[in-house]
Nanobody, 129 residues
């Protein structure tokens, strides 16, 4: 059974950092792209980052690549999202995802939820002073 379990969310002040972790089980991280979606209050869920399985290349939406870093550790079956210089608009529930293929690109992220095979339950992040 495929499972994705997120951790690391919480309350952080603007300008602070958080690292989200995702424990993956039931599939091989070397065969699928994995990444993160988020859903802000009152908004639709959106794909924000991904990491390709074989070469570890990453993609992000907007200018998040300047502040966020998506990575994975296949040996530990872990996926990470390092978030720096957090802003109030980053407040959202963050979901770890397994994509349907090994494709990882900004275009693919913008295609939305149809590209996701498995969802984690999410971890909330609140950026506030």
């Amino acid at each position: 059974q495929v499972q994705l379990v997120e951790s690391g969310g919480g309350l952080v002040e603007p300008g602070g950092s958080l690292r989200l972790s995702c424990a993956a089980s039931g599939f091989n991280l070397d065969n699928y792209a994995v990444g993160w979606f988020r859903q802000a209050p009152g908004q639709e869920r959106e794909g924000i980052s991904c990491v390709r399985s074989r070469d570890g290349s990453t993609a992000y939406i907007y200018s998040l690549k300047d502040r966020f870093a998506n990575s994975k550790d296949s040996a530990r079956d872990m996926v990470y999202l390092q978030m720096n210089n957090l802003k109030p608009e980053d407040t959202a529930t963050y979901y770890c995802v397994q994509f349907r293929t090994n494709i990882c690109s900004e275009w693919y992220l913008r295609e939305g939820e149809d590209k996701v095979l498995t969802w984690g339950k999410g971890t909330p992040v609140t950026v506030s002073s």
